[in-house]
């Protein structure tokens, strides 16, 4: 049975992230190296234990996590689904159980606003810790007078955090956002689609996806 720590430790898997990473720092794109797969794989894990599934289900979605942007090395377009069929072939080779790499498959297929679907609760859990990971720390560039409206939108993020509801009914996108830096619409005319996605998501889980920006809630 494959274990989380075994991809993680993998050598392979960390050029993968690596090298997917430098691609997209030469297309502008925001940060999506070890911080980022590392906060998505224990927010999708996190997000499966509190609502009870099993630890093995949690793992998958931990692993999931953890792989779903390596397609990025080949190319950002349908980075979802070559990243599906990397994550196939490494799991394969490393003699994963062929039902796990269906379900981490699935999910990583479907991670991408374009394409996502959440087919399964490992889907479902990706997605949400995805699209969730907006914070300023994402940022590369480090010249404010040359930000786009993605660097901006970002950076205008001072907190972030995702939390499930104490009665289990909501998952709860919280932000601080700094408005001398980015509107709340700049937020949104970035943000909408990956938002109405962690809302399908959401009720995949049987959960409500509310977004609370600056103390007031929009979704």
Not at 46 to 72: M, T
Not at 77 to 90: K, Y
Not at 157 to 172: A, L, M, Q
Request: hydrophobic residues 45%; contains cysteine; proline residues 1%.
């Amino acid at each position: 049975m494959i274990t989380f720590e075994e991809i993680k430790n993998n050598e392979h898997i960390k050029t993968y992230i690596k090298k997917a990473d430098e691609s997209l720092i030469a297309l502008g794109y925001t940060e999506h190296s070890f911080a980022h797969v590392t906060k998505v794989s224990e927010m999708a894990k996190e997000i499966l234990l509190e609502l009870g599934y099993s630890k093995r289900e949690a793992e998958l979605a931990q692993i999931a996590g953890y792989l779903h942007d390596i397609g990025n090395v080949i190319n950002r377009v349908d980075h979802a689904q070559s990243g599906a069929v990397m994550a196939f072939r490494i799991l394969d080779k490393l003699g994963a159980e062929p039902e796990e790499i269906a379900t981490i498959i699935a999910a990583i297929g479907n991670h991408d606003e374009k394409t996502a679907v959440a087919v399964n609760p490992v889907a479902a859990a990706l997605i949400l810790a995805d699209k969730t990971d907006v914070r300023r720390s994402r940022v590369r560039n480090s010249d404010l007078a040359t930000f786009d409206i993605h660097d901006r939108v970002n950076y205008a993020v001072e907190d972030s955090s995702t939390k499930i509801s104490k009665d289990k009914k909501s998952i709860i996108l919280n932000l601080k956002i700094n408005t001398e830096i980015s509107s709340v619409m700049d937020y949104f005319e970035i943000f909408l689609d990956r938002m109405l996605l962690c809302r399908k998501a959401a009720e995949k889980l049987n959960l409500k996806f509310k977004l609370i920006i600056n103390n007031q809630i929009l979704l």
